[in-house]
T-cell receptor
Framework: GQQLNQSPQSMFIQEGEDVSMNCTSS?????WLWYKQEPGEGPVLLIA?????ELTSNGRLTAQFGITRKDSFLNISASIPSDVGIYFC???????????FGTGTRLTVIP | DSGVTQTPKHLITATGQRVTLRCSPR?????VYWYQQSLDQGLQFLIQ???????AKGNILERFSAQQFPDLHSELNLSSLELGDSALYFC?????????FGPGTRLTVT
């Protein structure tokens, strides 16, 4: 299947700091989704992106659909302890029915 | 709460056994997807059903099968279980591109 690489693999940050993470692929995607997963829970959809260059916000979260359509970025501003979890990107290709998930970025927020 | 329900929450069984996992999609969603997530790993797509028909297949073992019923709920059947099948199994449903996940079933094979 397609490989979506996320970086960094893990992050330890102080409460109040901003966070940036990205997701890259060697293939083109026409939809990017960002999910957050907490331990023992299912992934929760945060943001959906449908057009190259699109910038979409959801509260303190902002995500961008890369211009090359091979990458996407997620920023979290002014992090808080409840932001802790694993953030996954997921991409959908033209004509495909299933999402390909990234390897995840584990975020730890230190109060 | 995503609106997707899965039962059971936990399942412990022995090698060689067979289990059935159940998923009820969000009201109105016709597509159901099944994913496997091993310890601290990403989600691996197994199979998709759309309105009762198989639509796409991913890395699903031959020992695994699924179906979607007329009321749109879906079941994932896992047989001849091996230790390596221990994982979280999620279903998701969608009406468009956005998939909404259930809380998962944690399967432990001993």
């Amino acid at each position: 299947g397609q490989q979506l690489n996320q970086s960094p693999q893990s992050m330890f940050i102080q409460e109040g700091e901003d966070v940036s993470m990205n997701c890259t692929s060697s293939s083109i995607f026409n939809t990017w989704l960002w999910y957050k997963q907490e331990p023992g829970e299912g992934p929760v959809l945060l943001i959906a992106l449908y057009k190259a260059g699109e910038l979409t916000s959801n509260g303190r979260l902002t995500a961008q659909f890369g211009i090359t359509r091979k990458d996407s970025f997620l920023n979290i501003s002014a992090s808080i302890p409840s932001d802790v979890g694993i953030y996954f990107c997921a991409g959908l290709q033209t004509g495909a029915n299933n999402l390909f998930f990234g390897t995840g970025t584990r975020l730890t927020v230190i109060p | 709460d995503s609106g997707v329900t899965q039962t059971p929450k936990h399942l412990i069984t022995a090698t060689g056994q067979r289990v059935t996992l159940r998923c009820s999609p969000r009201s109105g969603d016709l597509s159901v997807y099944w994913y496997q997530q091993s310890l601290d790993q990403g989600l691996q797509f197994l199979i998709q059903y759309y309105n009762g028909e198989e639509r796409a297949k991913g890395n699903i073992l031959e020992r695994f099968s699924a179906q979607q019923f007329p009321d749109l709920h879906s079941e994932l059947n896992l047989s001849s279980l091996e230790l390596g099948d221990s994982a979280l199994y999620f279903c998701a449903s969608s009406v468009g591109y956005e998939q909404y996940f259930g809380p998962g079933t944690r399967l432990t094979v001993t």
